[in-house]
């Protein structure tokens, strides 16, 4: 769909459709509602390039990230920053926010490449659970999904992704708590929405609560919303109608620091009355007191590929491909043998 189909379907000329497009006022009310609703029925994204082609960069490279206050990625957008300019291109960075969903991930992807002139972009966070060929079809540049929340096992060529075992990672973290004695072990999770990176992580912790004879409760289950306040809030709730909890797994270090600072708020020795392992490997997570332990995901290395892949692809060196890197378990005071 592009503005000559636009301009057809309501019966109007091209200049029509984009002084609509542009905010003009020269156009009859009723001719203005007429092209809006078409506009919208379709899902048309205005391309705004030939509009922005003074201010924009031709060596631009865009990062798009799931999570405006996200702390996880500072560091690798540091990174994926000084690679950017290193390989003489400047950066363009763009928030999307936890809630959106698989077509709405897609859309701010299909915005960010029209809005500017592009060389290729960058995905951080993708929550997207499934994909095909024709997931990003609409995307006309390289794409690469970095630190994505799935693990992509696909034969799809027109995107490139690097990320980790997420349920993996997470039957090991699970299965920690367990080989150090631990049988009434909760769960606190991001959003109830999370196609990916929560959904994936809970089948690792049902997976080895299962494998290993314990049973899984519905109410060791709860959901911290990707915050400290919120893990805080939902760590006092567990701990008050779950006397016999002795381990939560908190999917996030963010979330892991907020659900010992509750423990501690209620007299509640950490590691010596529950145990508390995070995921991520944060700094926060080092130097909170108690230190956490935690799954530590390589965020440097996850970095340095993305924008090294990205230019390869950019470059027509490599075919798009997908990795998978390894995580390891950091032991630290959070957590202790029963």
Do not use: W
Request: hydrophobic share 35%; aromatic share 6%; proline share 2%.
């Amino acid at each position: 769909m592009n503005i000559n189909d636009i301009a057809k379907i309501a019966g109007v000329g091209v200049g029509t459709v984009s002084r609509v497009i542009n905010n003009h006022p020269d156009v009859k009310d009723e001719t203005r509602k007429r092209i809006k609703k078409i506009i919208k029925d379709s899902n048309y994204i205005p391309n705004n390039s030939a509009r922005n082609l003074k201010k924009s960069n031709s060596n631009t490279i865009g990062v798009l990230v799931r999570g405006v206050f996200n702390p996880f990625f500072s560091e690798m957008i540091d990174v994926i920053s000084k690679r950017i300019t290193k390989n003489g291109c400047t950066m363009v960075l763009r928030h999307t926010d936890y809630s959106a969903s698989g077509t709405a991930e897609v859309r701010n992807l299909i915005e960010l490449e029209k809005e500017r002139k592009l060389q290729g972009i960058i995905y951080l966070g993708c929550d997207i659970k499934e994909v095909c060929e024709d997931t990003f079809k609409d995307i006309n540049i390289p794409l690469v999904l970095a630190s994505t929340n799935c693990t992509y096992d696909t034969d799809a060529n027109n995107f490139s992704s690097i990320g980790i075992k997420q349920a993996e990672s997470a039957f090991n973290a699970t299965k920690y708590l367990i080989d150090t004695g631990h049988k009434n072990i909760a769960i606190i999770l991001g959003l109830k929405e999370d196609a990916g990176l929560g959904s994936e992580r809970l089948l690792g912790y049902i997976d080895a609560l299962n494998k290993n004879g314990i049973e899984v409760k519905d109410e060791y289950k709860v959901y911290g919303k990707y915050s400290a306040k919120g893990a805080y809030d939902v760590t006092e709730e567990l701990i008050k109608n779950n006397k016999e909890i002795d381990a939560i797994f908190c999917i996030s270090d963010i979330m892991a620091t907020g659900c010992v600072k509750a423990l501690i708020d209620n007299n509640i020795k950490v590691g010596d009355e529950i145990s508390v392992l995070g995921f991520d490997g944060m700094d926060i997570a080092e130097f909170y007191n108690p230190s956490i332990t935690t799954i530590v995901q390589p965020r440097r290395e996850m970095a340095e590929q993305s924008v090294d892949m990205l230019f390869d692809l950019i470059k027509n060196n490599s075919e798009n491909k997908h990795v998978v890197l390894d995580t390891k378990l950091v032991e630290r005071e959070s957590c202790k043998r029963i």
